[in-house]
């Protein structure tokens, strides 16, 4: 009898996990599976605050304006246009780390009722209800985003640190306290400009 007992708790034993881990299983099992996020396009360097402050003096804001900033970083240009100016704001960033960051600035700073974080894809925003945006990417990246500031509202502002945008003729630029360069939607390519059809060359004449 003994012995029919001892084969019946081995049997048991095998097929039945032990209790910590039937509960490991059961957890992984419920646990949410994030899809990975893609990497961020560049290395984050936060804005001076005096470029900051010169970016959004350019950007002529006004009462009842909404601010992107695309790439937030740690979220203090959001955090300063609401501060200083009252305005509503959105930063935006791909890396849950940034994002993480801003959220505790914007709470720090007490303006979590003007001021929003995204964790998004700055190239899949729609930003047709934006009046100011302000960027500090890589040259490349400000032209990866001309298709979606071509779709601005005419009158919306682009301050951009450091960078401009090839092909596109800032209304203003300055050097000082920082290199910042400022667009006013609709913008236009200089081949637009001048009249060329948008993704079409002229052909070379053979001779």
Known sequence: MKRLLLCSSLALATILPPPLQAQELITAAKAPQQAPARRPDVIFVPTPQEAVDK???????????LLYDLGCGDGRIVVTAAKKYGIRAIGVDIDPKRIAESRENVKKNNVGHLVEIRQADIFELDL??????TLYLLPSLNVKLIPQLQKLKPGTRIVSHSFDMEG???????????????????????REAAGAEPGKEKK????
């Open 204 to 207: 070379a004449v053979g001779r």
């Open 168 to 190: 596109v003729e800032p209304v203003e630029a300055v050097e000082e306290p920082a290199t910042i360069y400022k667009w006013v939607a609709p913008i236009k390519t200089k």
């Open 128 to 133: 047709k209800d934006a009046d100011v945006v």
């Open 55 to 65: 970016m959004l003096e350019m950007a002529e804001i006004k009462k009842g304006d």
